[in-house]
């Protein structure tokens, strides 16, 4: 039985609500224990799974662990690839080019599904702002929403507002802090990609990436603050989230990470279709944080933000992106070299931004031109003018928004 058919069979189960019957079944039948431990227990795993035996050569072997930017694969003691716990950050680049086919993602499908069904308070999806049109161009938001209460979820947050907020507290950063020509500074708290290649391959440019938390574990957090009790779920197209979720400091905020594909697997199962579902909207987010999940977005929305907090600010905030791990590298590499020419820098760690993420159900240019759309159906152009993020800080203990740069504990990491 290979991994995917037990995935596949359990998963159905699970929906079905006839999990137990199927474990016992598997008692008599043939199946990888490891495997199913995997499934059933995913955070006593790494992100990346190996799912049997490598059976190329060693020359083969060498290549796929050389080619890790984080050195997170290695050789084991038995001959086959295994995966660094420690140092992976769960960017699927292994699992995309492994010619075997021997290495796959962690799955949180199984243990989520059992905690929505028996939690004792709320359980939250938070979803990512790469989301839109990601089941359908006639699946509106409003409709995902209320598919996703079909499935036992008590309320859906779009972590767009959050972005929001993020946005705010890497703006009030680059006011305070970039006053000279010489000064930079360095995002995307939104990608785990980004900052662990700063953190483990650049960790000499840390101290210009601010200490802020990404928009996924801000929303986690503050759903605790408010529902001590709450149990948080996200959902999106980035394998690297998984890990992320995981990190030491920041763990508290987010239960499970559940991907498109594994959401949509459980459409299925369950033969729900988001499009035929009612309209549930309840969207607060501004064009700013809506358009995070595109190559560029955060650089436009933090320009944007500071452009409105201090439109006479004599240093002018001027920015620069890459996407993809290559230019990520080209751009860092220039900044060190004194060639960024630029103030901001904004990495993404996938072709195209979060859109084009591994687990994305859509071509990333469709993804992409999707969240730009919805960008603009925006009520509010910039977190400033948005008054759900100021009535959410208040919510929260922060009375002002520079409440941000002192008094958010939720909204800060060490890096």
């Known amino acids: 039985m290979t991994f995917e058919m037990l995935y596949n069979r ?25 495997q199913l431990d995997c499934l059933l227990h995913p955070r006593k795993h790494p992100v990346v799974i190996r799912t049997g035996r490598c059976d190329c050569s060693c020359d083969q072997k060498d290549e796929c662990r050389n080619k890790c930017l984080f050195n997170a694969l290695f050789v084991n003691k038995d001959g086959n690839i295994d995966i660094r716990t420690d140092t992976c950050v769960g960017c699927g680049d292994c699992v995309a080019h492994c010619k075997a086919g021997k290495l796959t993602e962690s799955r949180d499908i199984l243990p989520a599904l059992e905690t929505i069904r028996n939690a004792k308070g709320p359980v939250y999806a938070m979803i990512a702002p790469a989301f839109v049109n990601q089941y359908a161009d006639d699946v509106t938001p409003g409709k995902l929403r209320t598919a996703l209460k079909q499935i ?6 779009e972590v767009a507002l959050f972005a929001d907020i993020l946005t705010l507290k890497e703006a009030l950063e680059f006011d305070q802090n ?17 900052i662990g290649m700063i953190r ?19 929303c986690g957090r503050s759903i605790k603050k408010i529902y001590p009790d709450a149990v948080t779920v996200f959902i999106g197209p980035c394998m690297a989230k998984k890990a992320e979720a995981r990190e030491a400091d920041i763990k508290d905020s987010t239960d499970f990470v559940l991907t498109f594909q594994e959401v949509q697997d459980i459409f299925d199962f369950a033969q729900i279709n988001p499009a035929d579902m009612e309209e549930d909207e309840r969207d607060h987010s501004s064009r ?33 992106y890459a996407d993809g791990v290559p ?45 730009v759309r919805y960008g603009n159906e925006a009520t509010y152009q ?22 941000l740069l002192k008094d958010s504990d939720i909204f800060v990491r060490k890096l």
Not at 12 to 34: C, F, H, I, R, T
Not at 299 to 316: C, F, K, L, Q, Y
Not at 384 to 401: A, R, S, W
Request: aromatic content about 6%; some cysteine.
């Open 200 to 218: 483990k391959v650049y960790s000499q440019l840390v101290t210009h990436v601010p200490a802020s938390v990404s928009p996924m574990a801000a």
């Open 10 to 34: 359990l998963l159905k189960a699970s929906v079905n609500g006839g999990m137990q019957e199927e474990l016992n079944l598997l008692e008599d039948e043939g199946y990888d224990p490891y």
């Open 382 to 403: 910039t977190p400033i003018d948005n008054p759900y993020v100021l009535k959410l800080l208040h919510q929260l203990g922060l009375e002002t928004i520079e409440g």
């Open 152 to 157: 036992g979820f008590s309320g859906v947050v």
């Open 327 to 371: 230019a990520c590298k080209q751009m860092l590499n220039d900044i060190l070299e004194g060639n960024g020419n630029a103030n901001f820098f904004e990495g993404m760690g996938c072709v195209g931004g979060c859109v084009g993420g591994p687990k994305a159900l859509i071509p990333r240019e469709q993804g992409l031109e999707s969240v």
């Open 178 to 194: 970039i006053h000279t020509e010489q000064d930079f500074q360095l995002t995307s708290c939104c990608c785990p990609m980004w």
């Open 288 to 320: 700013a944080g809506r358009i995070y999940a595109g190559v560029g977005g955060v650089s436009e929305a933090v320009r944007m933000t500071v452009e409105r907090i201090n439109p006479h600010r004599d240093v002018t905030i001027r920015t620069r």
